[in-house]
Nanobody
Framework: QVQLVESGGGSVQAGGSLRLSCAAS????????MDWYRQAPGKQRELVAT???????NYADSVKGRFTISRDNAKNTVYLQMNSLRPEDTAVYFC????????????WGQGTQVTVSS
């Protein structure tokens, strides 16, 4: 059984910063990818950033240059450093852990709220 626990959400004014964390525990395959998604009210869930166990990263255009994804493989933890936050970044942020080993494995965290006021 794999569990993901997110932390670090909160309320901040525009231009501020927050750092999200997502710690995974359980039976985890070492070659995996961890992502951050977000979902704003009335909108579809969207991919924000992704990082492989090897350290390769990708970002949505809307957050490039402002957000940084990183991970600590020893702790099975992924981070999202969010700088220069904007009101449109307001959403529930979810982490996702996935890998392929004979079949696809996918696990989601419970989500953490980020609210950016203008």
């Amino acid at each position: 059984q794999v569990q993901l626990v997110e932390s670090g959400g909160g309320s901040v004014q525009a231009g501020g910063s927050l750092r999200l964390s997502c710690a995974a525990s359980g039976n985890i395959f070492s070659v995996n990818t961890m992502d951050w998604y977000r979902q704003a009210p009335g909108k579809q869930r969207e991919l924000v950033a992704t990082i492989s166990s090897g350290g390769s990263t990708n970002y949505a255009d809307s957050v490039k240059g402002r957000f940084t994804i990183s991970r600590d493989n020893a702790k099975n933890t992924v981070y999202l450093q969010m700088n220069s936050l904007r009101p449109e970044d307001t959403a529930v942020y979810f982490c996702r852990l996935h890998w392929q080993l004979l079949r696809a494995y996918e696990y989601w965290g419970q989500g953490t709220q980020v609210t950016v006021s203008s």
